[in-house]
Protein backbone atom coordinates (compact mmCIF):
# COMPACT_ATOMS: atom_id res chain seq x y z
CA UNK A 1 0.00 0.00 0.00
CA UNK A 2 0.97 3.54 -0.25
CA UNK A 3 1.80 4.47 2.83
CA UNK A 4 -1.34 4.11 5.27
CA UNK A 5 -4.46 6.07 4.49
CA UNK A 6 -4.14 9.17 6.48
CA UNK A 7 -7.28 10.74 7.31
CA UNK A 8 -7.83 14.99 5.91
CA UNK A 9 -9.21 18.30 6.41
CA UNK A 10 -12.16 18.31 4.12
CA UNK A 11 -11.76 21.36 1.90
CA UNK A 12 -14.13 24.33 1.25
CA UNK A 13 -16.19 22.52 -1.24
CA UNK A 14 -17.36 20.04 1.41
CA UNK A 15 -16.29 16.91 1.13
CA UNK A 16 -13.30 17.89 -1.34
CA UNK A 17 -9.55 17.40 -0.28
CA UNK A 18 -7.92 20.95 0.59
CA UNK A 19 -6.12 22.28 -2.22
CA UNK A 20 -8.51 20.21 -4.79
CA UNK A 21 -9.83 22.63 -7.64
CA UNK A 22 -12.67 21.91 -8.83
CA UNK A 23 -12.70 21.81 -12.98
CA UNK A 24 -15.95 21.89 -15.61
CA UNK A 25 -14.61 21.29 -19.18
CA UNK A 26 -16.45 22.13 -22.15
CA UNK A 27 -18.43 18.94 -22.75
CA UNK A 28 -19.94 19.14 -19.20
CA UNK A 29 -17.61 16.99 -17.44
CA UNK A 30 -16.87 17.43 -13.83
CA UNK A 31 -13.13 17.05 -12.53
CA UNK A 32 -11.35 17.52 -9.06
CA UNK A 33 -8.06 18.74 -9.60
CA UNK A 34 -4.85 18.64 -7.57
CA UNK A 35 -1.95 20.74 -8.83
CA UNK A 36 1.47 20.19 -8.55
CA UNK A 37 3.73 22.67 -6.63
CA UNK A 38 4.71 25.77 -8.56
CA UNK A 39 8.01 25.41 -10.19
CA UNK A 40 8.27 21.84 -9.31
CA UNK A 41 10.43 19.93 -11.78
CA UNK A 42 8.91 16.95 -12.63
CA UNK A 43 5.64 17.50 -11.12
CA UNK A 44 2.16 16.60 -12.20
CA UNK A 45 -1.23 17.43 -11.79
CA UNK A 46 -3.68 14.37 -10.52
CA UNK A 47 -7.01 14.35 -11.65
CA UNK A 48 -10.57 12.50 -10.96
CA UNK A 49 -13.13 12.92 -13.85
CA UNK A 50 -16.24 12.84 -10.44
CA UNK A 51 -19.23 13.77 -12.67
CA UNK A 52 -20.80 14.45 -15.97
CA UNK A 53 -23.60 16.79 -17.54
CA UNK A 54 -26.18 18.32 -15.40
CA UNK A 55 -27.17 15.47 -13.90
CA UNK A 56 -23.92 15.42 -11.84
CA UNK A 57 -23.59 19.03 -11.14
CA UNK A 58 -24.22 18.57 -7.50
CA UNK A 59 -21.23 16.56 -6.98
CA UNK A 60 -19.36 19.92 -6.80
CA UNK A 61 -20.73 19.91 -3.34
CA UNK A 62 -19.11 16.94 -2.41
CA UNK A 63 -20.41 12.99 -2.43
CA UNK A 64 -19.58 10.84 0.17
CA UNK A 65 -19.96 8.07 -1.92
CA UNK A 66 -16.51 8.27 -3.25
CA UNK A 67 -14.94 9.77 0.31
CA UNK A 68 -12.15 6.85 -0.71
CA UNK A 69 -11.28 7.89 -4.18
CA UNK A 70 -10.91 11.51 -2.09
CA UNK A 71 -8.47 10.13 0.30
CA UNK A 72 -6.65 8.24 -2.62
CA UNK A 73 -6.29 11.62 -4.31
CA UNK A 74 -4.80 13.73 -1.72
CA UNK A 75 -2.32 10.75 -0.73
CA UNK A 76 -0.86 9.84 -4.04
CA UNK A 77 -1.15 14.12 -4.50
CA UNK A 78 1.16 14.17 -1.25
CA UNK A 79 3.72 11.14 -2.90
CA UNK A 80 3.73 13.14 -6.31
CA UNK A 81 5.04 16.51 -4.24
CA UNK A 82 7.54 14.43 -2.05
CA UNK A 83 9.16 12.50 -5.09
CA UNK A 84 9.22 13.75 -8.59
CA UNK A 85 9.26 12.18 -11.64
CA UNK A 86 7.69 8.86 -10.04
CA UNK A 87 4.63 9.29 -11.76
CA UNK A 88 4.07 9.30 -15.38
CA UNK A 89 1.74 7.97 -18.20
CA UNK A 90 0.33 5.03 -17.42
CA UNK A 91 1.96 3.99 -14.39
CA UNK A 92 0.06 1.46 -12.73
CA UNK A 93 -0.14 2.04 -8.77
CA UNK A 94 -1.69 -1.11 -6.96
CA UNK A 95 -2.82 -0.97 -3.52
CA UNK A 96 -0.08 -3.46 -2.00
CA UNK A 97 1.31 -6.82 -2.77
CA UNK A 98 -0.54 -8.68 -3.73
CA UNK A 99 -3.08 -5.81 -3.86
CA UNK A 100 -6.01 -5.74 -2.24
CA UNK A 101 -9.08 -3.48 -2.60
CA UNK A 102 -9.01 0.38 -2.72
CA UNK A 103 -11.86 0.24 -0.18
CA UNK A 104 -14.07 -1.79 1.81
CA UNK A 105 -16.07 -4.19 -0.79
CA UNK A 106 -14.37 -2.88 -3.71
CA UNK A 107 -13.62 -4.33 -7.19
CA UNK A 108 -10.51 -1.93 -7.69
CA UNK A 109 -7.68 -2.92 -6.68
CA UNK A 110 -5.19 -0.31 -8.34
CA UNK A 111 -5.17 3.23 -10.07
CA UNK A 112 -3.94 3.66 -13.94
CA UNK A 113 -2.39 7.24 -14.76
CA UNK A 114 -3.09 8.65 -17.95
CA UNK A 115 -2.44 11.34 -19.15
CA UNK A 116 -5.08 13.55 -20.73
CA UNK A 117 -3.90 17.08 -21.09
CA UNK A 118 -4.22 16.54 -24.69
CA UNK A 119 -8.09 15.74 -24.93
CA UNK A 120 -11.04 18.21 -25.30
CA UNK A 121 -12.67 17.32 -22.24
CA UNK A 122 -9.54 17.16 -19.69
CA UNK A 123 -8.95 20.42 -17.60
CA UNK A 124 -6.09 22.61 -18.81
CA UNK A 125 -2.55 22.05 -17.54
CA UNK A 126 -0.61 24.97 -15.85
CA UNK A 127 2.63 25.70 -16.38
CA UNK A 128 3.05 22.91 -19.50
CA UNK A 129 2.88 20.46 -16.13
CA UNK A 130 1.04 17.33 -17.32
CA UNK A 131 -2.25 16.65 -16.13
CA UNK A 132 -2.67 12.56 -15.03
CA UNK A 133 -6.27 11.34 -14.80
CA UNK A 134 -6.03 8.31 -11.55
CA UNK A 135 -8.60 5.71 -13.45
CA UNK A 136 -9.70 2.80 -10.95
CA UNK A 137 -8.84 -0.88 -12.73
CA UNK A 138 -9.71 -4.15 -10.98
CA UNK A 139 -7.86 -6.78 -9.60
CA UNK A 140 -8.60 -8.82 -12.57
CA UNK A 141 -7.15 -5.88 -14.89
CA UNK A 142 -4.26 -5.79 -12.26
CA UNK A 143 -3.52 -9.25 -13.52
CA UNK A 144 -4.30 -8.32 -17.07
CA UNK A 145 -1.87 -5.94 -17.51
CA UNK A 146 1.21 -7.95 -16.25
CA UNK A 147 0.64 -9.87 -19.75
CA UNK A 148 -1.00 -6.81 -21.83
CA UNK A 149 1.31 -4.67 -20.04
CA UNK A 150 -0.15 -1.20 -19.09
CA UNK A 151 -0.69 0.19 -22.57
CA UNK A 152 -2.14 -3.24 -23.53
CA UNK A 153 -4.84 -3.03 -20.44
CA UNK A 154 -5.31 1.03 -21.61
CA UNK A 155 -6.45 -0.23 -24.81
CA UNK A 156 -8.62 -2.71 -23.93
CA UNK A 157 -10.18 -0.12 -21.39
CA UNK A 158 -11.08 2.38 -24.28
CA UNK A 159 -12.11 -0.71 -26.45
CA UNK A 160 -14.60 -1.60 -24.53
CA UNK A 161 -15.41 2.26 -23.33
CA UNK A 162 -14.78 1.91 -20.09
CA UNK A 163 -11.89 4.58 -20.13
CA UNK A 164 -13.91 8.55 -19.54
CA UNK A 165 -16.49 7.37 -17.17
CA UNK A 166 -16.60 9.55 -14.14
CA UNK A 167 -15.76 7.66 -10.89
CA UNK A 168 -19.10 8.09 -9.28
CA UNK A 169 -20.98 6.31 -11.68
CA UNK A 170 -17.85 3.91 -12.52
CA UNK A 171 -19.24 0.99 -14.62
CA UNK A 172 -22.30 1.06 -13.28
CA UNK A 173 -24.79 1.50 -16.46
CA UNK A 174 -22.80 -1.24 -18.14
CA UNK A 175 -23.52 -3.94 -14.88
CA UNK A 176 -26.18 -6.44 -14.70
CA UNK A 177 -28.51 -6.17 -11.89
CA UNK A 178 -27.54 -8.93 -8.38
CA UNK A 179 -29.02 -12.06 -10.00
CA UNK A 180 -32.16 -14.48 -8.22
CA UNK A 181 -31.52 -17.87 -7.57
CA UNK A 182 -33.84 -20.05 -8.51
CA UNK A 183 -34.55 -22.79 -10.73
CA UNK A 184 -31.21 -24.41 -12.12
CA UNK A 185 -28.98 -21.61 -9.76
CA UNK A 186 -30.64 -22.72 -6.60
CA UNK A 187 -27.52 -24.73 -5.98
CA UNK A 188 -25.60 -21.47 -6.11
CA UNK A 189 -27.51 -19.67 -3.16
CA UNK A 190 -25.66 -20.80 -0.97
CA UNK A 191 -21.76 -19.92 -2.85
CA UNK A 192 -21.01 -16.44 -0.84
CA UNK A 193 -20.83 -18.79 2.27
CA UNK A 194 -19.09 -21.17 0.64
CA UNK A 195 -16.24 -19.30 -0.72
CA UNK A 196 -16.13 -17.07 2.18
CA UNK A 197 -15.86 -19.36 5.01
CA UNK A 198 -13.07 -21.00 3.01
CA UNK A 199 -11.58 -17.69 2.15
CA UNK A 200 -11.37 -17.39 6.06
CA UNK A 201 -9.88 -20.61 6.73
CA UNK A 202 -7.43 -20.62 4.18
CA UNK A 203 -5.88 -16.73 5.47
CA UNK A 204 -5.49 -18.30 8.94
CA UNK A 205 -3.74 -21.44 8.16
CA UNK A 206 -1.70 -19.29 5.84
CA UNK A 207 -0.20 -17.02 9.00
CA UNK A 208 1.39 -20.57 10.21
CA UNK A 209 1.87 -22.50 7.17
CA UNK A 210 5.51 -23.87 7.62
CA UNK A 211 8.10 -25.32 5.21
CA UNK A 212 8.19 -28.97 6.04
CA UNK A 213 3.87 -28.42 5.18
CA UNK A 214 4.78 -27.37 2.26
CA UNK A 215 7.06 -29.87 0.93
CA UNK A 216 4.50 -32.71 2.24
CA UNK A 217 2.34 -30.82 -0.16
CA UNK A 218 4.40 -30.39 -2.92
CA UNK A 219 2.83 -31.88 -6.32
CA UNK A 220 4.98 -32.66 -9.14
CA UNK A 221 4.49 -32.62 -13.29
CA UNK A 222 2.80 -35.94 -14.51
CA UNK A 223 5.11 -38.06 -17.10
CA UNK A 224 3.34 -36.76 -19.75
CA UNK A 225 4.45 -32.76 -18.98
CA UNK A 226 8.13 -33.69 -18.13
CA UNK A 227 9.19 -33.98 -21.89
CA UNK A 228 7.38 -30.54 -22.68
CA UNK A 229 10.00 -27.95 -21.22
CA UNK A 230 8.15 -25.26 -22.85
CA UNK A 231 4.79 -25.85 -21.17
CA UNK A 232 3.69 -22.63 -19.28
CA UNK A 233 2.38 -25.18 -17.05
CA UNK A 234 5.44 -25.45 -15.33
CA UNK A 235 4.90 -22.40 -14.15
CA UNK A 236 2.30 -24.07 -11.52
CA UNK A 237 4.96 -26.24 -10.07
CA UNK A 238 7.44 -23.41 -9.42
CA UNK A 239 5.00 -21.22 -8.13
CA UNK A 240 2.91 -23.43 -6.13
CA UNK A 241 4.61 -22.41 -2.62
CA UNK A 242 3.94 -18.44 -4.02
CA UNK A 243 0.35 -20.04 -4.29
CA UNK A 244 -0.05 -21.76 -1.29
CA UNK A 245 1.71 -19.44 1.29
CA UNK A 246 0.66 -16.28 -0.35
CA UNK A 247 -2.33 -17.52 -2.48
CA UNK A 248 -6.43 -15.84 -2.29
CA UNK A 249 -9.22 -17.87 -2.84
CA UNK A 250 -11.54 -17.27 -5.90
CA UNK A 251 -14.54 -18.92 -7.84
CA UNK A 252 -13.58 -20.42 -10.90
CA UNK A 253 -15.78 -22.30 -13.53
CA UNK A 254 -13.97 -24.99 -16.19
CA UNK A 255 -14.61 -23.82 -19.99
CA UNK A 256 -12.96 -26.69 -21.30
CA UNK A 257 -11.52 -29.87 -20.09
CA UNK A 258 -9.56 -33.19 -20.62
CA UNK A 259 -12.49 -35.54 -20.88
CA UNK A 260 -10.29 -37.98 -18.67
CA UNK A 261 -10.45 -36.29 -15.83
CA UNK A 262 -14.21 -37.42 -14.82
CA UNK A 263 -12.75 -40.79 -14.47
CA UNK A 264 -11.89 -41.67 -10.73
CA UNK A 265 -8.60 -42.47 -11.88
CA UNK A 266 -5.74 -41.59 -13.89
CA UNK A 267 -3.18 -38.69 -14.59
CA UNK A 268 -3.41 -35.30 -14.07
CA UNK A 269 -4.58 -33.46 -16.93
CA UNK A 270 -4.63 -29.39 -18.21
CA UNK A 271 -8.04 -27.53 -18.40
CA UNK A 272 -9.10 -24.00 -18.78
CA UNK A 273 -11.08 -22.22 -16.51
CA UNK A 274 -12.88 -18.50 -16.18
CA UNK A 275 -12.37 -16.76 -13.12
CA UNK A 276 -12.73 -13.16 -11.29
CA UNK A 277 -10.81 -11.25 -8.64
CA UNK A 278 -14.62 -9.14 -8.37
CA UNK A 279 -16.36 -10.01 -5.96
CA UNK A 280 -19.61 -9.85 -7.59
CA UNK A 281 -18.61 -13.26 -8.61
CA UNK A 282 -18.55 -14.57 -5.12
CA UNK A 283 -22.32 -15.24 -4.88
CA UNK A 284 -23.05 -14.92 -9.44
CA UNK A 285 -21.21 -17.78 -9.91
CA UNK A 286 -24.14 -18.65 -12.59
CA UNK A 287 -22.84 -15.65 -14.26
CA UNK A 288 -19.10 -17.77 -14.52
CA UNK A 289 -20.94 -20.39 -16.10
CA UNK A 290 -22.60 -18.51 -18.40
CA UNK A 291 -19.17 -17.05 -19.36
CA UNK A 292 -17.49 -20.38 -20.00
CA UNK A 293 -21.11 -21.97 -21.85
CA UNK A 294 -20.39 -18.91 -24.12
CA UNK A 295 -16.86 -19.29 -24.97
CA UNK A 296 -17.28 -23.26 -25.46
CA UNK A 297 -20.49 -21.43 -28.34
CA UNK A 298 -18.85 -22.86 -31.77
CA UNK A 299 -21.28 -19.70 -33.09
CA UNK A 300 -18.34 -17.45 -31.18
CA UNK A 301 -16.18 -17.44 -33.95
CA UNK A 302 -18.91 -16.30 -36.68
CA UNK A 303 -19.86 -13.06 -34.94
CA UNK A 304 -19.20 -9.98 -36.38
CA UNK A 305 -16.39 -7.88 -35.99
CA UNK A 306 -15.50 -6.59 -32.69
CA UNK A 307 -13.94 -7.17 -29.29
CA UNK A 308 -15.62 -10.80 -28.93
CA UNK A 309 -14.66 -11.73 -32.72
CA UNK A 310 -11.22 -10.73 -32.26
CA UNK A 311 -10.89 -12.63 -29.09
CA UNK A 312 -12.62 -15.80 -30.46
CA UNK A 313 -10.45 -15.70 -33.69
CA UNK A 314 -7.11 -15.36 -30.82
CA UNK A 315 -8.39 -18.70 -29.26
CA UNK A 316 -9.52 -20.46 -32.38
CA UNK A 317 -5.48 -19.42 -33.91
CA UNK A 318 -3.74 -19.70 -30.69
CA UNK A 319 -1.79 -23.15 -30.05
CA UNK A 320 -0.53 -23.95 -26.32
CA UNK A 321 -1.89 -23.01 -22.93
CA UNK A 322 -4.12 -19.65 -22.19
CA UNK A 323 -2.30 -17.95 -19.49
CA UNK A 324 -4.13 -15.13 -18.13
CA UNK A 325 -5.86 -13.66 -21.24
CA UNK A 326 -8.62 -11.29 -20.26
CA UNK A 327 -12.64 -12.35 -21.59
CA UNK A 328 -14.27 -9.24 -23.77
CA UNK A 329 -16.31 -7.21 -21.65
CA UNK A 330 -19.20 -7.58 -23.82
CA UNK A 331 -19.03 -12.09 -22.88
CA UNK A 332 -18.32 -10.80 -19.11
CA UNK A 333 -21.59 -9.00 -18.67
CA UNK A 334 -19.39 -5.70 -18.54
CA UNK A 335 -16.83 -7.26 -15.63
CA UNK A 336 -13.69 -8.39 -15.62
CA UNK A 337 -12.92 -12.26 -16.00
CA UNK A 338 -9.63 -13.73 -16.92
CA UNK A 339 -9.67 -17.18 -18.98
CA UNK A 340 -6.16 -19.42 -18.13
CA UNK A 341 -5.01 -23.01 -17.68
CA UNK A 342 -4.51 -25.01 -14.86
CA UNK A 343 -3.29 -28.66 -14.38
CA UNK A 344 -6.01 -30.39 -12.41
CA UNK A 345 -4.44 -32.15 -8.95
CA UNK A 346 -6.44 -35.28 -8.40
CA UNK A 347 -5.64 -35.40 -5.20
CA UNK A 348 -6.85 -31.94 -4.53
CA UNK A 349 -10.30 -32.72 -5.66
CA UNK A 350 -12.91 -35.01 -3.62
CA UNK A 351 -12.61 -38.30 -4.93
CA UNK A 352 -9.79 -37.48 -7.32
CA UNK A 353 -12.45 -36.52 -10.42
CA UNK A 354 -13.81 -33.51 -11.55
CA UNK A 355 -17.44 -34.01 -10.85
CA UNK A 356 -18.49 -30.55 -10.94
CA UNK A 357 -16.85 -27.71 -13.44
CA UNK A 358 -17.12 -25.24 -10.05
CA UNK A 359 -14.01 -25.30 -8.78
CA UNK A 360 -12.02 -22.97 -5.53
CA UNK A 361 -8.93 -21.46 -7.12
CA UNK A 362 -5.95 -20.09 -6.08
CA UNK A 363 -4.26 -17.06 -7.60
CA UNK A 364 -1.83 -14.65 -6.35
CA UNK A 365 -1.94 -11.69 -8.79
CA UNK A 366 1.57 -9.63 -8.65
CA UNK A 367 3.37 -12.77 -7.60
CA UNK A 368 2.19 -15.59 -9.89
CA UNK A 369 0.50 -15.53 -13.22
CA UNK A 370 -0.33 -19.59 -12.18
CA UNK A 371 -3.57 -20.83 -10.83
CA UNK A 372 -4.56 -24.13 -9.04
CA UNK A 373 -7.24 -25.73 -7.83
CA UNK A 374 -7.06 -25.71 -3.57
CA UNK A 375 -6.17 -28.30 -2.14
CA UNK A 376 -9.59 -30.68 -0.54
CA UNK A 377 -7.95 -30.58 2.87
CA UNK A 378 -8.25 -26.41 2.74
CA UNK A 379 -12.17 -26.87 2.33
CA UNK A 380 -14.66 -25.53 4.29
CA UNK A 381 -17.76 -27.70 5.37
CA UNK A 382 -19.90 -25.31 3.37
CA UNK A 383 -17.89 -25.44 0.25
CA UNK A 384 -17.70 -29.32 0.08
CA UNK A 385 -21.21 -29.39 0.63
CA UNK A 386 -21.96 -27.11 -2.24
CA UNK A 387 -19.48 -29.27 -4.76
CA UNK A 388 -21.23 -32.41 -3.53
CA UNK A 389 -24.60 -30.68 -4.51
CA UNK A 390 -23.22 -29.77 -7.83
CA UNK A 391 -21.81 -33.11 -8.54
CA UNK A 392 -24.69 -35.00 -8.30
Known sequence: MLG???????????????????????????????????????????????????????IAEGNPDIDWAWRWLAECAELASRHPGWFDHLTVIPNGDPP??????????????????????????????????????????FVAQRTLGAAGLFDLLVSSQVWGRPIRAWRADSLPARPVADGDSAAFASAATAIAT?????????????????????????????????????????????????????????????????LATGDDHPATVVWSLDPWFDHAVDDLRR?????????????????????????????????????????????????TSILVHRPHLPDGQL????????IAP???QAAMILPVAEWSPELCDLWAALAR
Open 4 to 58: TMRSFQLGEAGGWPTGCECVRTGDGAIWAVVRAPTGMVGGVDLALRVGRGDDDAG
Open 355 to 362: ASPVVPLL
Open 366 to 368: GRS
Open 198 to 262: TRQAVVAHQGHMGSLELLRGRIHPPAWLTTEDEDPLHLVFADQWILRRHGWVVWGHIAEANDLLR
Open 100 to 141: EPLAEHSPYHAWMLVRVADADDAPEPTEMVPVLEMVPITGAE
Open 291 to 339: IAGDLRDPELGRRSEGETARFARRLSEHVGRVMQWPVPASLAGGRQVIL
